[in-house]
Nanobody
Framework: QVQLVESGGGLVQPGGSLRLSCAAS????????MGWYRQGPGKQRELVAT???????NYADSVKGRFTISRDNAKNTVYLQMNSLKPEDTAVYYC??????????????WGQGTQVTVSS
């Protein structure tokens, strides 16, 4: 059984910073891509950033220059450093692991979500 556990969400003032972490656990042999998605109030889930096993990154235009995604392959962990946060960044942030090769086969997995609220 593979699980993704997120941490690091919370309440922050506009202009502030937060760092999200997501650790994948279980009998994992390898993970292709990891990433972060978010769903704001009344909105559809959208891509924030992704990173491949080799370190190639992709960002939504709305977060370029403010957010940085990174990962530790040895720990099966992905991070999202969020700087210069804006009220419109308020959302539930979900971790995603795509192409997870484990004892149960090749699957994609989602975390349970962590709330990020940007407000004064």
């Amino acid at each position: 059984q593979v699980q993704l556990v997120e941490s690091g969400g919370g309440l922050v003032q506009p202009g502030g910073s937060l760092r999200l972490s997501c650790a994948a656990s279980g009998s994992i042999f390898s993970i292709n891509a990891m990433g972060w998605y978010r769903q704001g109030p009344g909105k559809q889930r959208e891509l924030v950033a992704t990173i491949t096993r080799g370190g190639s990154t992709n960002y939504a235009d709305s977060v370029k220059g403010r957010f940085t995604i990174s990962r530790d392959n040895a720990k099966n962990t992905v991070y999202l450093q969020m700087n210069s946060l804006k009220p419109e960044d308020t959302a539930v942030y979900y971790c995603n692991a795509a192409g997870v090769y484990s004892r149960v086969g090749l699957w994609d997995y989602w975390g349970q979500g962590t709330q990020v609220t940007v407000s004064s």
